[in-house]
């Protein structure tokens, strides 16, 4: 499976689009250096494939994640305590994104309903930064590490 960043956004204030930049420097504990979910400890970061994007036409960015990457459909519903190696950081998994209306009237979209619906299982791993021993950058490769089992 190769799976790739395709896209990092800074978010710097609620109802306010995210900005997109080329490299991102993760906290340990929290999310990425510059962004307003830096400090929170479980919901500091959220990668969403590519592919939920391009199913429902948006760009990165749309749902508000920090890192886009492409190859991973599954994001979403991957196994809490799961790792995934973005470049220079590893993150967390700490459970799905759960889809909300608020995130269709950040987008302008119509029916809010509907919207979130066909996000259910789509909208993106919660994640918290464990390890950051450079920077992630677009390009960078995505490792899935899956997680290590209670001894």
Do not use: W, Y
Request: charged share 25%.
């Amino acid at each position: 499976m190769d799976v790739r960043i395709v896209s990092l956004q800074l978010h710097h204030a609620k109802g306010l689009r995210p900005t997109p930049v080329d490299a991102v420097t993760g906290r340990v504990g929290g999310g990425i250096e510059g962004d307003s979910h830096v400090k929170k400890t479980t919901r500091s970061v959220l990668v969403v494939d590519r592919s939920t994007l391009d199913d429902l036409g948006l760009r990165p960015g749309d749902l508000r994640e920090q890192v886009t990457i492409e190859g991973l459909r599954n994001v979403t519903i991957l196994e809490p305590g799961t790792l995934l190696r973005a470049g220079g950081i590893t993150l967390r998994v700490n459970g799905p994104c759960e889809p909300c209306t608020h995130i269709g009237e950040m987008n302008g979209v119509d029916d809010l309903e509907t919207f979130r619906l066909a996000l259910v299982g789509r909208r993106g791993a919660a994640c918290t930064v464990v390890a950051a021993e450079a920077v992630a950058r677009v390009g960078d490769r995505v490792d899935v590490i899956s997680p290590v089992a209670a001894a």
